[in-house]
């Protein structure tokens, strides 16, 4: 095997640089892990599969991409301890609990940007990552006082909530990424 070298946040294996769309998932699947909320088994065989197809081919990146490929047949122990083997080849450490909560808490966010999370649910799930994220004064705490006054709000309130709600998430972003960066 060829000497690792480091690129970002990950490690080159094979002369294979980590594609950045694959660290980012591997980080999301290892926040998920941390926090035992949202490690989708298959998602993890999938990710393991690109891995090799971008030719980072480790041990544990082959044996994990060669599971079948649908969730039913998956023992999650194994996948589990796969994944967390395929961090390790690859350079992607299991983050701390506050770190994992912040790494989640962005991903939400993205996604209520992006309108795949609906702003009063993301809400209640950004408030959710409360503790994991080390109990912060200000930017989750908002999305539960938000989500608060969504969920009692009359059908045109709630519209002007939302917006609210949206308008504030560029906040929960630079708050993650202030956090992740220590």
Same mark, same amino acid.
């Given at each position: 095997? *060829?000497?690792?070298?480091?690129?970002? /946040?990950?490690?080159?294996? +094979?002369?294979?640089p980590l594609p950045t769309k694959l660290g980012t998932t591997?980080?999301?699947?290892?926040?998920? !892990?941390?926090? /035992?909320?949202?490690?989708?088994?298959?998602? *993890?065989?999938?990710?393991?599969?690109?891995?090799?197809?971008?030719?980072?081919?480790?041990?544990?990146?082959?044996?994990?991409?060669?599971?079948?490929?649908?969730?039913a047949p998956h023992n999650r122990g194994e996948i589990v301890?796969?994944?967390?083997?395929?961090?390790?080849?690859?350079?992607?450490?299991?983050?701390?609990?506050?770190?994992?909560? #912040?790494?989640?808490?962005? #991903? %939400?966010?993205?996604?209520?940007?992006? /309108?795949? %999370?609906?702003?009063?649910?993301?809400?209640? /799930? !950004?408030?959710?990552? #409360?503790?994991?994220?080390?109990?912060?004064?200000?930017?989750?705490?908002?999305?539960?006082?938000?989500?608060?006054? #969504?969920?009692?709000?009359?059908?045109?309130?709630?519209? !002007? %909530?939302?917006?609210?709600?949206?308008?504030? &998430?560029? +906040? &929960?972003?630079?708050a993650a990424e202030r956090n992740a960066a220590g």
């Open positions: 095997m *060829a000497p690792e070298r480091r690129v970002g /946040h990950s490690v080159a294996v +094979n002369d294979a591997l980080r999301r699947l290892a926040a998920a !892990l941390v926090l /035992h909320d949202g490690f989708q088994p298959d998602e *993890a065989v999938r990710s393991a599969a690109d891995l090799v197809a971008a030719g980072i081919v480790t041990p544990a990146t082959k044996a994990l991409a060669d599971r079948p490929a649908d969730a301890a796969l994944f967390t083997e395929v961090l390790a080849e690859v350079g992607t450490p299991l983050p701390a609990v506050p770190e994992a909560g #912040w790494a989640r808490a962005r #991903w %939400i966010a993205e996604e209520m940007q992006a /309108h795949a %999370i609906e702003p009063g649910p993301g809400a209640f /799930h !950004l408030w959710r990552l #409360w503790q994991d994220c080390g109990t912060p004064d200000d930017e989750l705490t908002w999305m539960l006082q938000a989500h608060d006054a #969504w969920q009692t709000a009359q059908a045109e309130g709630k519209a !002007l %909530i939302e917006q609210e709600i949206l308008a504030y &998430v560029p +906040n &929960v972003i630079a």
